[in-house]
């Protein structure tokens, strides 16, 4: 759905006149086939922690964001697209390695990666284009540290996750570069097999219960999943501060990790960057806010609307406010399919905003506000291009 | 206040453990585990937040 230009970090006009009237309403979607849209905050959990809401795509009635999310998840049938006990079969084998204490526990890891590009935007003058620059390569780096990527693949890894960092665009979900992404873990997972290191595929390897084709899918997920989305969080999230200069000083300014973490709750619920929905079929009846939705019928969880619905958060839900209690937000979705990586994410997150802005006090926008494009089409919201000076 | 966890249900999204540390922690496998079972009052709001930032609905709070 489009946005009003002069205010590209607020919903779409027409979600937001669709949750004014119902938490639940009947809409067309790109295909031609009508679907159900949750945008109530308490109707979303409810529909996400039901088990006749399903998640697998085979369904007849699934409703698909776009046609390249068809191609790529039909192709790639991994944790998101199926139902339990199968999912919770996927997700056990990896739980492990998204733990809390695994984020925490590589929260230096991480300083050092994004002070390290600091350093190189600050040694190379005094612009930068902070999605090229600083956003991606992060998220890159702390991907290939979870999945256990060598040093050596690195390059190859973040060459490709190049193109992947945006999610749903045509060359994103291209054929060639998933088949390339696809033969470098293949790679990974065979070196595995006789000499598992560290992460996920070694991990997967270690466990011995999955194919190589099932371990490879896993890892695609982690690297389509994962890396878009922290990325964009980098880019959009430093967009909205830049042009919100108050909230900025005080994550600036503040040098108490409980604020930073608070303000990264806070800019992922004001953001919500996995804009298109959480996508479901009703596997049977059932009555969300007293409207029945049957069998076979197609429902989208309308999460960053969930997040401005003024009834589950305190304030103006539509302002950013750092000091708000935001923790309960489904940025991260909700039910038993919420994001793997959240508490990575979270960790990188907190590791960025509170650096980056500490370091080079005098950032700003380097082109008018009104100059920079977004992309409205695909899976994450965000911008492709942030240039900032200092 | 006293904390049931349903283990089974539990998907490691690690919530429990941001939300309220000093009851929650989660095993070598991710899956969450209860520090204390029994909560006094003055502690009853992380432990609510807890339970109700579960993505699995897996933590009951009960009376003692």
């Known amino acids: ?390 | 206040m006293r904390i049931h966890l349903d283990r089974d249900k539990c998907i490691g999204s690690g919530q429990c453990v941001l939300a309220a540390p000093e009851w929650f922690d989660q095993d070598e496998d991710g899956i969450a585990v209860v520090l204390v079972e029994s909560v006094p009052e003055k502690e009853w709001d992380e432990v609510n937040r807890a339970a109700y930032t579960c993505p699995a609905l897996a933590i009951s709070l009960g009376s003692e």
């Open chain 1, 1 to 390: 759905m489009d946005r009003t230009p002069q205010c590209p970090l607020d919903l779409p006009v027409e979600l937001r006149e669709l949750a004014e009237r119902s938490p639940v309403s009947r809409v067309r979607i790109w295909d031609g086939s009508t679907a159900w849209l949750i945008t109530g905050y308490a109707e979303a959990r409810a529909v996400l922690t039901d088990p006749r809401a399903s998640s697998d795509q085979r369904l007849p009635g699934y409703t698909f964001a776009a046609p390249q999310a068809k191609a790529f998840h039909t192709r790639n049938r991994s944790m998101p697209t199926v139902d339990d006990p199968e999912h919770a079969y996927l997700r056990r084998m990896v739980t492990a390695d998204f733990s809390h204490r695994k984020a925490e526990a590589l929260r230096p890891v991480f300083q050092r990666t994004v002070d390290e590009l600091v350093d190189a935007m600050l040694a190379a003058g005094n612009t930068a284009d902070l999605f090229a620059d600083l956003a991606v390569p992060m998220s890159s780096k702390a991907i290939c540290e979870v999945l256990g990527v060598h040093h050596s693949e690195g390059e190859r890894f973040a060459a490709l996750g190049r193109i992947m960092a945006v999610p749903g665009s045509p060359d994103a979900v291209h054929s060639r570069v998933v088949e390339d992404m696809r033969a470098l873990l293949g790679s990974l997972v065979r070196q595995a097999r006789t000499e598992p290191g560290d992460g996920v595929i070694g991990h997967l390897v270690r466990a011995g219960e999955l194919p190589d084709e099932e371990i490879i899918a896993t890892a695609l997920l982690v690297m389509a999943a994962g890396h878009g989305a922290t990325a964009h969080m980098t880019t959009l999230g430093t967009m909205a501060l830049l042009t919100h200069p108050d909230q900025l000083a005080l994550v600036r300014d503040s040098r108490d990790p409980a604020f930073i973490a608070n303000a990264v709750e806070e800019l992922l619920r004001y953001l919500s960057v996995a804009h298109l929905g959480r996508r479901r079929v009703a596997k049977e009846d059932l009555e969300v806010a007293g409207v029945l939705i049957r069998k076979g019928e197609g429902i989208i969880v309308a999460t960053d609307t969930a997040n401005h619905d003024p009834r589950a958060f305190d304030g103006d839900p539509d302002a950013l406010d750092l000091h708000r209690d935001a923790r309960h937000h489904l940025a991260f979705g909700f039910g038993v399919h919420q994001c793997l990586g959240q508490q990575l994410s979270r960790v990188l997150l907190q590791v960025v905003y509170g650096t980056l802005y500490r370091r080079i006090p005098t950032l700003e926008l380097a082109i008018p506000v009104d100059q920079i494009s977004y992309k409205l089409d695909l899976a994450i919201y965000g911008v492709n291009e942030l240039p900032v000076k200092w």
